[in-house]
């Protein structure tokens, strides 16, 4: 009897045990690149215990993040929210750092639109807003909003004009292919396109996306203010009306071509050479003409390039891939995919 009760025991203790294993497995996220040219494709990388999960409900916690471009395919714990300090951002007035790892200014001019990425088969522009005070030569600006041409549709989200900040209340405005676009506040919120290749996720409830066009780029947003410190050490002399809300942005290219333009894209072309000089506090680069375009959503630009059926698109030996996640289980064609 008493061989039979100890036998009993120990089989109920292995099945806890079990569980409790399971349970753990489960809580954990493996992930693969399957974007062309990975050099991590195929192999899935199991997330670190301090982030195990690749995708969570507080926007302030750290997620699991691998660079599919790395060739020790390492995950990492990363805030999901756009690096002003990091190749392929725009922020500020606007300062961009290039896919060379170049800082430099682009101011264009308040209320006009200029091609930031163009290439066969991906339009990206930005709307400039600002100022000139009295006694400057130029505008202040910053990016308050992005029009985004992708197939044969049309994406637009832009920051909402404010006279002074609130963060309790959400600033930003989604369009697509002509029409408003209403995401629901919250935290993990998704939406996704008709065809499935646009992808928008509220990282918190409010303020702060990240949009995925399908193999082809990853864009991290933040709405922001010009704050009153901000104002104080460059004195931009911003009017009591408006506080010039505005977008921070990282993106991140999974394709491009080796002929890519824009005033962002020419950086990640094999042959670009930067023209910002080394050592300069604020190296500025021109080229307004070459890249304004007439509207928010219009590829017209001397330099643009896009074409909806993305003819003549060749993969450039420079494929920025970034750092990925695959949230909320397997992809949808994401180039990414998960398991637990």
């Not at 990206?124 to 992708?150: C, E, K, S």
Request: proline residues 6%; neutral net charge.
């Amino acid at each position: 009897m008493k061989i039979l009760i100890s036998s009993s025991i120990l089989v109920v203790l292995l099945a806890f045990i079990s569980g409790i294993i399971l349970q753990a497995n489960a809580a954990v996220e493996y992930f693969s690149c399957n974007y062309p040219g990975s050099r991590c494709s195929g192999k899935y990388v199991k997330c670190p215990d301090e982030c195990p999960s690749t995708s969570s409900e507080n926007p302030k916690a750290k997620v699991c993040y691998v660079n599919c471009n790395s060739p020790h395919c390492k995950p990492e714990c990363k805030r999901r929210k756009a690096d002003c300090n990091t190749p392929g951002s725009a922020c500020y007035d606007p300062r961009f750092i290039g896919g060379d790892g170049v800082v430099f200014y682009f101011h264009g001019k308040s209320n006009e639109h200029f091609s930031l990425v163009s290439d066969s088969n991906l339009q990206i522009n930005g709307r400039f807003v600002g100022h000139r005070p009295a006694g400057r030569t130029r505008d202040f600006t910053w990016i308050q909003a992005l029009g985004i041409l992708f197939n044969s549709y049309t994406f637009s989200l832009e920051a909402t004009k404010a006279a002074t900040w609130d963060s309790e209340v959400d600033h930003l405005k989604f369009t697509y292919s002509g029409q408003e676009l209403v995401i629901p506040e919250g935290s993990l919120s998704i939406w996704y396109s008709p065809e499935k290749d646009i992808k928008v996720e509220r990282v918190s409830s409010k303020n702060r996306v990240i949009v995925t066009l399908k193999d082809t780029a990853e864009i991290l947003v933040n709405v922001v203010p010009v704050t009153k410190e901000d104002d104080r050490i460059h004195n931009y002399q911003v009017p009591a009306n408006d506080c010039f809300v505005h977008l921070e942005v990282q993106f991140r290219f999974f394709n491009l071509s080796p002929k890519i333009d824009g005033v962002l894209g020419r950086t990640y072309r094999p042959d670009f050479e930067n023209p910002a000089k080394p050592g300069v506090a604020m190296p500025v680069l021109g080229g307004e003409e070459k890249y304004r375009t007439p509207s928010l959503l219009s590829a017209e630009c001397q330099s643009c390039i896009f074409s909806q059926d993305g003819s003549d698109q060749k993969i450039s030996s420079v494929i920025d891939f970034g750092t990925l996640d695959c949230t909320r289980g397997a992809s949808i064609g994401y180039g990414i995919v998960c398991r637990k």
